[in-house]
């Protein structure tokens, strides 16, 4: 439950979401979708801007824009989006667990 709210904070830091903190993976997954499909529809320059910033590959990126519909390529942007947030959160837990086992 822990990592549900470290991954929330930092996804809806990333992309302006409202309050989060009690969101399941999925209600996550759902709000992050249509923040993205609006910014898909309003301001791509920014919503290419906050996927760069999360460090989405190009490649990956690629893929998802060939996808299909506007509806199709934000839940996939909103996916690769969390997968790459919950990666990130792996990385720290191993550096931060790392870090103590020296110190000891």
Do not use: H
């Not at 609006?38 to 996808?67: A, G």
């Amino acid at each position: 439950m822990e990592e549900n709210k470290e991954l929330a904070e930092a996804i809806s830091s990333r992309f302006d979401l409202a309050k989060t903190g009690d969101l399941t993976l999925d209600d996550l997954k759902k709000a992050l979708t249509i923040r993205i499909l609006d910014l898909l529809e309003r301001n791509i320059e920014r919503l290419l801007s906050m996927l760069y910033r999360v460090d989405l590959s190009p490649r990956k990126l690629d893929e998802i824009f060939m996808s299909g519909s506007k509806e199709e390529i934000a839940e996939k942007i909103a996916e690769a989006v969390i997968e790459r947030q919950l990666k990130k959160l792996e990385t720290r837990k191993l550096y931060r667990n790392s870090e103590r086992e020296q110190l000891k």
